[in-house]
């Protein structure tokens, strides 16, 4: 167990819709990244959290959000979901420092219908 | 820009022979290197890195990697493998001199037969 809980563990939604990702870093971690897990894109950042503050932007869309809270915890938006947002949406999390490993949440697997 | 590269989708080794997981990488600057493995419906869950220092980094597992500046590569090895080590491995980098983001290579997928 990483200590990095993700919520929803599954999601099922039709083209069009909104949905919200949850993320719970490790206790004390101030620093949260967001990936895409699909099987023909491989394992995509998308972005980063420091401490409430976006830090760093990946391959995310602009139908794609996230913001970190006061509490830290982490929440990825994705609208108008198409049936190319079908993936796994990993959230990791770390002290922040560019020497630091990231520890994994277990995921969210999102099914677009 | 930064690379990496994981030239094998797939490596098969018997149980209780050496493997090697093979990862070159691209980067501007100095890197920081870090392997990762995924077992089945799980989170990735860190194994090694390289910052600075020896060559041969020793992680989890019995794993270790060996850094060769000039074959920009960061192969990651095990002397006897186990069939639990079966899994998907991602070699990652990021360039110390440019900003947070860390680049995950495609993985490999490692299949110990028994």
């Known amino acids: 167990d990483s200590g990095v809980t993700q919520t929803p563990k599954h999601l099922i939604t039709a083209t069009g819709q909104r949905v919200t990702l949850r993320c719970s870093p490790r206790s004390g971690d101030l620093s949260v990244y967001w990936y895409q897990q699909s099987l023909d894109q491989g394992l995509q950042f998308l972005i980063q959290y420091y401490n409430g503050e976006e830090r760093a932007k990946g391959n995310i869309l602009e139908r794609f959000s996230a913001q970190q809270f006061p509490d830290l915890h982490s929440e990825l938006n994705l609208s108008s979901l198409e049936l190319g947002d079908s993936a796994l949406y990993f959230c990791?999390?770390?002290?922040?420092?560019?020497?630091?490993?990231?520890?994994f949440g277990p995921g969210t697997r999102l099914t677009v219908l | 820009a930064q690379s990496v590269a994981q030239p094998e989708d797939q490596v098969n080794v018997a149980e209780g022979n050496p493997l090697t997981v093979k990862c070159t990488y691209s980067?501007?600057?100095?890197?920081?290197l870090f392997w990762y493995v995924q077992y089945p419906n799980r989170g990735l869950q860190f194994l090694l890195k390289?910052?600075?220092?020896?060559?041969l980094v020793k992680g989890s597992y019995g794993f270790e990697a060996e850094f060769n500046k000039s074959q920009t590569s960061f192969h990651l090895k095990k002397p006897s493998a186990l069939v639990s080590d079966s899994a998907l491995y991602f070699c990652?980098?990021?360039?110390?001199?440019?900003?947070?983001?860390?680049?995950f290579g495609k993985g490999t997928r490692l299949h110990i037969l028994p």
């Open positions: 390289y910052i600075t220092g020896d060559n």
């Open positions: 990791a999390s770390n002290r922040g420092q560019p020497l630091n490993e990231q520890f």
């Open positions: 990652a980098v990021r360039d110390m001199n440019r900003d947070d983001k860390i680049i």
């Open positions: 980067v501007s600057g100095n890197p920081y």
